[in-house]
T-cell receptor, first 114, second 112 residues
Framework: DAGVTQSPTHLIKTRGQQVTLRCSPI?????VSWYQQVLGQGPQFIFQ???????GRGNFPDRFSARQFPNYSSELNVNALLLGDSALYLC?????????????FGPGTRLTVT | RKEVEQDPGPFNVPEGATVAFNCTYS??????FFWYRQDCRKEPKLLMS???SGNEDGRFTAQLNRASQYISLLIRDSKLSDSATYLC?????????????FGTGTQLKVEL
């Protein structure tokens, strides 16, 4: 069975640009979460989506937005990129919303902002 | 105070050693607790869930102390392959959604 997939794997953008990252969850999983991981730090929670609705939000500015599609895939958008947005962006899927569920992570998208 | 705190290490231990990591959390209403392992430049993967009664999986033992708000991970008979960053994860429920908070991670290096 395919795991969580993310695209692209690497991305280089310049300050002020916009970026869209994509995630496909494990088949049968209905919840997708997004995380930002800066080098040397643990992942920071950005959003959780379940059944196309936002169900959790971390402490990120409004430049960050996301959505989930009927097939449960998801996109993360970041507008007006800053140098500090350079990070590994991880997507994780779970079957549902129970807090006891294991998060299955994708390989991540490494974003570099110059 | 950070919501979840871990000693970043690195912990350099010889093969066969026993090593323990602690993680403290600030939200007493937190509901679920996990240890994840992250290899260099890879995604995190679940190592084990953490329960109040404690749980053991082979060489790994996890404990939760709700009164003191900390979780621990004990690795016995360390192997070279245990070298990785260990992340504790605390999950709380707010406004109908889950909030997952990762610690900064503790780096373990097992040496010959």
């Amino acid at each position: 069975d395919a795991g969580v997939t993310q695209s692209p794997t690497h991305l280089i953008k310049t300050r002020g640009q916009q970026v869209t990252l994509r995630c496909s969850p494990i088949s049968g999983h209905k919840s997708v979460s997004w995380y930002q991981q800066v080098l040397g730090q643990g992942p920071q929670f950005i959003f959780q989506y379940y059944e196309k609705e936002e169900r959790g939000r971390g402490n990120f500015p409004d430049r960050f937005s996301a959505r989930q599609f009927p097939n449960y895939s998801s996109e993360l958008n970041v507008n007006a990129l800053l140098l500090g947005d350079s990070a590994l962006y991880l997507c994780a899927s779970t079957p549902g919303l129970l807090s006891s569920y294991e998060q299955y992570f994708g390989p991540g998208t490494r974003l570099t902002v110059t | 105070r950070k919501e979840v705190e871990q000693d970043p290490g690195p912990f350099n231990v010889p093969e066969g050693a026993t090593v323990a990591f602690n993680c403290t959390y600030s939200n007493s209403a937190s509901q679920s607790f996990f240890w994840y392992r992250q290899d260099c430049r890879k995604e995190p993967k679940l190592l084990m869930s953490v329960y109040s009664s404690g749980n053991e999986d082979g060489r790994f033992t996890a404990q939760l102390n709700r009164a003191s708000q900390y979780i621990s991970l004990l690795i016995r008979d360390s192997k070279l392959s245990d070298s990785a960053t260990y992340l504790c994860v605390v999950i709380g429920v707010t406004g109908g959604g889950n909030k997952l908070t990762f610690g900064t991670g503790t780096q373990l290096k097992v040496e010959l």
